[in-house]
């Protein structure tokens, strides 16, 4: 059985919305990073869907990759970040992070 | 489409260079200890990719990798721009690292067991040649794929800078704002991407075009989403209006030369990569893409310049200037012609040599540069330095001969040409609030008694940095052709 095209956009669609409305509202540094995560998954979902009827499959799906390798990158970084805040301030909470102001 | 070729390696021989010293930095960073070390070997590295940028471009334009690296006047232009702007901030760096007190008002050490870590000098210049390195790689994509992967070089390299210092908290904290908003940044940028991906089905710019072309403008609402979204992403690199939240915030965080490095040469690929992205994926829509810019560079410049008003730290003030020169640089983008791209070149290049020359003061004069009443009296002190920092200012704020007079003139000049009239009249204006912000810091110099002592005398390298922003802002303001021969379209 093969799924609809508009199936699977909508799906990263919401998938996009609930980590946009994750990022937008979660005030733990580690829960945005998970929200970010989502948002990049929505991506890869959407290139390997586009990749099934491009003239070019193989750069949709290439494509993904190189999301799903940097993704962990950047969560390194993040988790690296967030370790360095945690030992300076003792925490993670973005709304009580504010000595840099206007 | 063919496929990779050993020779075009060659092409990117500027990148390797500085990836290799990177590399060599990073295996001997147990053995490096002092900074002047690393700081050279970075300069080297810097002077000698910027001179193979240059003679890469004596064959004429090429691309390679199967059509995603081009090497062209435009990247080459950007390439050496970023190049210069890493070396000058390396040999900024040099003084800026010596042994940094914590913040005693701010520092609570909560473990016995943390010592004040040691200096990292090679890992910093590392990271700084990572970031150039992603940087140059966005100047000469001309595949959304290759722009991706050296936007995020950048970006993922300029996040550890700003933290680098990591007992700081200030320091900290810059880094979790900046790295939050600049993921989210990226996941919009590859949703514009992945949306632009699906409407043409390609990713280089070339296919993307004519894919655009063939279909007519308008004709497909998802192009416009992945338009919106691929502005959004790149704004956030530049610091442009909707997505400025961040710059103040990282640059007073980081370390001063960190935020001379964000303010110019990741700025100026940012800027390289929307050119491009605009003028040859999106040529087809340049309608909707023009009325974006134009969103984006006047609403940059008044939220630049109205807040500047009330700063009295002087790395924000610098921040909002950045995001207000962002906006102006932008405006040369809006007529979508190749004359306004080159007006926009001739904008950066000038930019970042003035404001590599203010933030070099402010390191110069060390803790004392951050605040702007540490400048009360400055000119009593340090006749000198006082008078390098009217000029950058006066250049900043666009009055001639400096280098800010010519280019703020060559930007205002392209819009007035693509008839966007009402945008270049608020360019003017907000320069006239941006000379009040200037004069302030010019009248706390020359014109108020000394409240601290005078600082010390700095090194030979700040003094060379100084020096050639220095040369390079009086040149651009009396001889304001020399450009020209450089800057060609993209």
Not at chain 1, 4 to 26: C, D, Y
Not at chain 2, 86 to 101: G, H, M, N
Not at chain 2, 450 to 476: D, H, K
């Amino acid at each position: 059985m093969i799924i609809p095209l508009e199936h699977v956009l909508l799906f990263s669609l919401i998938l996009f919305a609930i980590g946009m409305v994750g990022v937008l509202t979660r005030r733990n540094a580690i829960g945005i990073l998970i929200s970010i995560e989502l948002l990049l998954n929505a991506v890869n979902v959407n290139l390997v869907c586009f990749s099934r009827v491009s003239e070019d499959p193989m750069a949709g799906q290439m494509f993904a990759f190189f999301v799903i390798a940097l993704a962990a990158a950047a969560a390194a970084v993040g988790l690296a970040i967030v370790v360095a805040i945690y030992r300076t301030r003792n925490t993670v909470q973005t709304d009580e992070i504010q000595l840099l102001k206007w | 489409m063919n496929g990779p070729n050993v020779k075009d390696l060659a092409l990117l021989l500027p990148e390797l260079i500085l990836v290799c010293t990177a590399l060599a930095l990073i295996l001997a960073a147990r053995r490096i200890q002092k900074t002047p070390w690393a700081a050279a070997l970075t300069v080297l590295a810097a002077v000698a990719a910027a001179l193979a940028s240059a003679w890469l471009l004596s064959g004429g334009s090429k691309t390679g990798f199967g059509g995603m690296i081009t090497v062209d006047a435009y990247s080459q232009f950007f390439k050496v721009l970023i190049a210069s702007a890493l070396a000058l901030v390396t040999l900024l760096s040099v003084t800026a690292d010596r042994p940094s007190r914590p913040d005693p008002r701010t520092h609570r050490p909560k473990d016995p067991q943390t010592h004040r870590p040691k200096p990292r000098p090679a890992e910093y210049h590392a990271l700084l040649l990572l970031a150039s390195t992603g940087m140059m790689f966005a100047a000469s994509a001309v595949d959304l794929l290759i722009l991706y992967l050296g936007l995020e070089l950048a970006t993922l390299c300029s996040y550890i800078l700003v933290g680098i210092t990591v007992e700081k908290p200030t320091s900290n904290e810059a880094a979790i704002k900046y790295f939050l908003l600049g993921s989210f940044a990226s996941a919009l940028l590859l949703y514009g991407i992945a949306l632009a991906y699906g409407a043409t089905g390609a990713t280089d710019y070339a296919a993307i075009a004519s894919a655009f072309s063939s279909r007519g403008p308008g004709s497909h609402r998802i192009l416009l989403a992945a338009i919106g979204l691929l502005a959004a992403g790149l704004a956030f690199k530049i610091a442009a209006f909707p997505f400025h939240a961040w710059a103040p915030d990282a640059y007073q965080g980081a370390s001063t030369p960190v935020a001379a490095f964000l303010a110019t040469a990741s700025k100026a690929a940012g800027l390289a990569a929307l050119g491009r992205v605009c003028l040859v994926a999106f040529a087809a829509e340049a309608r909707v893409l023009s009325s974006v810019l134009a969103g984006l560079a006047g609403l940059s410049i008044i939220v630049g310049s109205i807040m500047a008003l009330s700063q009295t730290d002087m790395k924000r003030l610098l921040a909002y200037s950045s995001i207000a020169h962002a906006g102006y640089a932008l405006l040369g983008f809006v007529s979508g012609t190749p004359e306004g791209a080159e007006a926009t070149m001739t904008y950066v290049f000038l930019y970042v040599f003035m404001t590599l020359g203010a933030f070099g003061v402010v390191i110069a004069l060390g803790q004392r540069g951050e605040s702007l009443n540490g400048y009360q009296g400055l000119a009593a002190q340090r006749p000198g330095t006082a008078a390098l920092m009217l000029l950058f200012l006066l250049s900043l704020t666009g009055i001639p001969p400096t280098a800010g007079f010519t280019a703020k003139f060559v930007v205002i000049l392209s819009i007035v040409r693509a008839g966007h009239l009402a945008l270049a009249v608020l360019a003017v204006v907000c320069s006239v609030v941006w000379a009040f912000v200037y004069l302030r810091v010019a009248v706390l110099m020359y014109m108020k008694e000394p409240q601290e002592p005078a600082p010390s005398y700095f090194s030979v390298a700040v003094y060379t940095a100084l020096a050639v922003a220095a040369l390079v802002t009086i040149i651009g303001g009396i001889f304001p052709g020399s450009l020209a021969t450089w800057v060609v379209s993209p």
